[in-house]
């Protein structure tokens, strides 16, 4: 056996293994990275955990932040605010439609705040959003927000979509602009983690009607069994 299998076998022991760097998707963004991207837009971007990795990989790109919970935008707006006009952020939701809706805010974990109610295997796999409270927020669809501000873009542009099982409305309130997209990165819940939650199958079909093909995960996670409780999936034209 060769050197580098007894490394491996030895990391494989201890729980873990070993993969090049230069075929991570932390690294390659599933080959998305090789793309000059001129717009990214970050709908449910919390404090900007996504949008500031992506300008790591495109600096020089257009970047639309989408969240509507007050603190965590704060802290966005923040950020944006360093980045020589190139963060626009926008403290609403996107939906179908426009409006007003109740949303469901985990006071210990506003990451996983939705507009949908989180479930009891939520609460029983993820203890922290337990303590939540309702607060009323604004709505918008992408296509009000974005579909004029779009219409002089020639680059390709990244749509990326966690907002905690609410995705497909997303989307349906973003046709013209999904037809502007050449990839499109959302999150995906296979446990049931929110009351009407978006399904792969669905959130497939939609996008496969609008001209995307499936091409693997960005990223997933695990429950304690080795099961996938939910997953980044990217999808590209």
């Not at 075929?23 to 963004?29: A, F, G, N, Q, V």
């Not at 007003?100 to 922290?128: G, K, N």
């Not at 602009?177 to 939650?197: F, R, S, T």
């Amino acid at each position: 056996m060769g050197l580098k299998k007894i490394l491996r076998a030895a990391v494989n022991r201890m729980g873990f293994d070993v993969i090049r760097l230069n075929r991570s998707p932390r690294e390659t963004l599933l080959g998305l990275s090789r793309k000059n991207l001129a717009v990214v837009i970050d709908v449910g971007a919390n404090q900007g955990q996504f949008a500031r990795m992506i300008t790591n990989f495109f600096p020089e790109a257009q970047i639309y932040c989408f969240e509507p919970l007050e603190g965590p935008f704060l802290e966005l707006s923040t950020w944006a605010q360093t980045r020589q006009g190139r963060v626009h952020c926008f403290q609403v939701a996107l939906g179908e439609q426009a409006g007003e809706m109740e949303m469901h805010l985990h006071e210990e974990h506003t990451p996983s705040s939705s507009l949908l109610a989180a479930t009891d295997t939520c609460h029983q796999l993820y203890p922290q959003t337990a303590a939540e409270h309702l607060t009323t927020i604004k709505v918008s669809t992408l296509d009000l927000q974005l579909d004029e501000v779009l219409q002089s873009v020639s680059g390709p542009i990244l749509l990326k979509l966690d907002v905690q099982g609410f995705e497909d409305r997303v989307l349906r309130g973003g046709a013209s602009v999904l037809e502007k997209c050449h990839a499109v990165i959302l999150e995906v819940c296979l446990d049931p983690l929110y009351d009407g939650q978006a399904d792969f199958r669905g959130l497939s079909e939609v996008l496969h009607q609008a001209g995307f093909r499936y091409a693997g995960n960005f990223d997933q996670v695990y429950g304690d069994d080795g099961r996938v409780v939910f997953l980044d999936a990217m999808f590209v034209k």
